[in-house]
């Protein structure tokens, strides 16, 4: 399905990175998440839409392709992203 990347892969990439990665780590997860979130915010203001999937080449693009049409407002992107904000909207 490349070039898409989808929410559950990022939030178990940043979990992992913060968990398991050290000081590195805990800054490699900030910086993903970040950069997740603002992909998903410009996509929605962009758009008006959070999306199933987001293309992992272009910021703040929704995905395209795949086995069937991507779906919008999707349940996993939106939690993924309330997740993150949560953990880490209190970083500047």
């Known amino acids: 399905d ?3 990347a989808w929410a559950p892969l990022q939030s178990m990439l940043i979990e992992g990175l913060r968990a398991y990665g ?3 780590g805990a800054r490699q997860a ?3 998440a970040r950069l997740w979130v603002g992909t ?3 996509a929605w203001v962009s758009t008006g839409f959070m999306y199933e999937k987001y293309d992992g080449l272009v910021f703040g693009q929704g995905g ?3 086995e069937y049409k991507p ?3 999707f349940g ?3 939690g993924v992203a309330l997740s993150l904000l949560e953990e880490y909207g209190d970083h500047r």
Do not use: F, M
């Open 2 to 4: 490349e070039p898409n």
């Open 22 to 24: 050290g000081e590195e």
């Open 30 to 32: 900030l910086d993903l």
């Open 40 to 42: 998903c915010r410009a």
């Open 64 to 66: 395209d392709g795949g």
């Open 71 to 73: 779906q919008v407002g």
């Open 76 to 78: 996993w992107s939106n």
